[in-house]
Structures are given as structure tokens and as C-alpha cells.
């Protein structure tokens, strides 16, 4: 009896189909299961008689729901993920954080960081005096676009800081007064 290696045979064939092999023993492997195979018109078929039958009388939106079977993108998976695990406020936060820069704009960034964000309020560092007065009067508009880019309620109030200047205090008696102006701005 000859000596018959099967990787040799599918090596040499270029009609075997890796992809295909897998499919194949996919659902080989949902049919012992117990699934039964459903192809795109029959499904078609049962959406259709889905959508008719919504109570409201209005189309339904298909949605990743509605195919559990088809594929979902990272997106929609990992969106569902965060909403389930209650995750969203932390993804919100790692937004206005992580995308500043274009949240804002490039201008604002480069005067302005976040430092910190808890609950719904902002803390902003801008590094003079004039920018954090600018970025007072801008807090309306940049409220309004955080509303649009993450959702309504995720940011509510912009704290805006000034820069951080050196204390002129030194020992335990200290003269009452208005101090040094802005200097460092």
C-alpha cells in the first residue's frame, strides 16, 4: 500500500480553500448541534414578517438585535459591552480626555488641559490668565459640542483654572493684601 500524506495531496491542489474547509466543518458542526442553516432569502423572509409585525405600525430599524447571527463590528460590541457593564460615564470621561484636542480645537488645546473630571464637571488648566478668561467666555459653546460629540449630560460645567503661580508667602507672618498682580501670564 503507498505511503499517502494528506498535507502533500492539499498542498499540491490550489482548489482547496482554507476558508471554505473551515465553513464546511462550521457547520458540520452546527448541524450535530442541532441548528438548522437559514441562507438569505429565507431570512430576508423572516425579517420581513418581523417588521410587520411591529404593534406600532411603523418600520423598525434593523439592528445589530435583530441578525444575531451576523457578524457585528468592534463598535457595536463594544458599545453594548459598556452600556451593559454601566461603563458609560467612564467611557465619557476617557473621551473628553482622551480627545481634548479635538473636542476643543488645536488652538484651545495648546493653552488649555484638563486635569481632572468627576461627576459631570470639567477642570481646566490654562497656562495665562487671558486664555482662562477666553475659555470662560467659550464654556457655553464647548458645553454645547461636548453635548453633541459624547451625549447630553456628560459634561455640565467647565471649571476653568488660571496658571499656577509661586506663593510669595514665607514663614508664619504674612502681610494681608491683594499680593502680586498677574505677572506670569
Not at 488648566?125 to 487671558?130: H, K, N, P
Request: charged share 30%; with cysteine.
Amino acid at each position: 500500500m503507498p505511503s499517502h500524506n494528506f498535507d502533500d495531496e492539499h498542498r499540491l491542489d490550489p482548489e482547496i480553500d482554507a476558508a471554505k474547509a473551515l465553513l464546511n466543518r462550521m457547520r458540520k458542526i452546527a448541524e450535530e448541534r442541532g441548528d438548522s442553516r437559514l441562507d438569505a432569502a429565507r431570512m430576508a423572509k423572516v425579517r420581513k414578517r418581523q417588521l410587520s409585525r411591529n404593534t406600532l405600525g411603523s418600520a423598525k430599524k434593523t439592528t445589530d438585535e435583530d441578525a444575531p447571527r451576523d457578524p457585528r463590528s468592534i463598535g457595536a460590541v463594544v458599545a453594548r459591552m459598556s452600556k451593559s457593564r454601566g461603563w458609560s460615564t467612564q467611557v465619557a470621561v476617557g473621551s473628553v480626555l482622551g480627545r481634548w484636542n479635538e473636542l476643543v480645537g488645536e488652538n484651545i488645546a495648546k493653552h488649555c488641559r484638563p486635569e481632572s473630571f468627576e461627576d459631570t464637571v470639567v477642570v481646566v488648566r490654562c497656562d495665562s490668565t487671558s486664555w482662562a478668561t477666553q475659555l470662560r467666555l467659550l464654556s457655553h459653546q464647548l458645553l454645547k459640542k461636548f453635548d453633541a460629540e459624547l451625549g447630553p449630560g456628560i459634561v455640565t460645567v467647565i471649571r476653568v483654572l488660571g496658571p499656577n503661580a509661586p506663593t510669595w508667602r514665607h514663614g508664619s507672618r504674612s502681610v494681608a493684601g491683594r499680593g502680586p498682580r498677574d505677572t506670569y501670564g
